[in-house]
């Protein structure tokens, strides 16, 4: 399989749940992105990782919950969400932070809904 | 502080008429600049990038972009409209910070191209 996958593609949820995210790279790339989008709003950027380490957390409420095991794996990690979390979230990869153009490759995304 | 601006919410065109997204962008420096689509309940794909040179783009199916450096725009467009083309289309340029580069969005600009 080529590309960025993302699963699962729908998750409904409640407000008490635990459930998880996965996205996976096969591009061979060194950075990885979770970005949240909402109806009517900009597109938000919530966590960067390169090479596994955390580099960027964008005030994101702590029931949100990045992991990367390794460069191709990227987890967030969901508990006592909030209706108001309800929104398409994004996994993206790009070559490096550092170097390039900074072009990214996005996941179909993982449509989630809590009730 | 990088930033992209996309002045329309939504675009109609008829089908086989030129289109035209417009992008307005904000940079210190050499921009780099993007375009990416988004279908319904999918990632965004990359289009096209303008990083140096011509300022005539040509990207994925059909479309290309003018960059302006004068008018600081980078407006997506098309010779002949599809129905198919009917998308949300994201504008991006790649900012710098914390000696790391992302991607900054525009709101987006939703295409609807009637037959």
């Known amino acids: 399989e080529t590309g960025v996958t993302q699963t699962p593609r729908h998750l409904v949820m409640g407000m008490t749940n635990k459930k998880s995210l996965k996205c996976e790279q096969h591009l061979g790339h060194n950075a990885m992105y979770w970005y949240k989008q909402s109806a009517k709003k900009p597109l938000e950027l919530m966590f960067v990782y390169s090479l596994e380490e955390r580099v960027e957390n964008n005030s994101v409420p702590s029931r949100f919950s990045p992991e990367c095991p390794n460069s191709s794996h990227l987890f967030l990690h969901l508990h006592t969400l909030q209706p108001e979390d309800s929104a398409l979230y994004l996994c993206?990869?790009?070559?490096?932070?550092?170097?390039?153009?900074?072009?990214?490759?996005f996941g179909p995304g993982t449509r989630l809904t809590v009730l | 502080a990088q930033s992209v601006a996309q002045p329309e919410d939504q675009v109609n065109v008829a089908e086989g008429n030129p289109l035209t997204v417009k992008c307005t962008y904000s940079v210190s420096g050499n921009p780099y600049l993007f375009w990416y689509v988004q279908y319904p309940n999918r990632g965004l794909q990359f289009l096209l990038k303008?990083?140096?040179?011509?300022?005539l783009v040509k990207g994925s199916y059909g479309f290309e972009a003018e960059f302006n450096k004068s008018q600081t725009s980078f407006h997506l467009k098309k010779p002949s409209a599809l129905v198919s083309d009917s998308a949300l289309y994201f504008c991006?340029?790649?900012?710098?910070?914390?000696?790391?580069?992302?991607?900054?969005f525009g709101t987006g600009t939703r295409l609807l191209v009637s037959p």
């Open positions: 303008y990083i140096t040179g011509d300022n």
């Open positions: 991006a340029v790649r900012a710098l910070r914390k000696g790391f580069q992302k991607l900054v």
């Open positions: 993206a990869s790009s070559q490096d932070l550092g170097q390039g153009y900074g072009e990214q490759f």
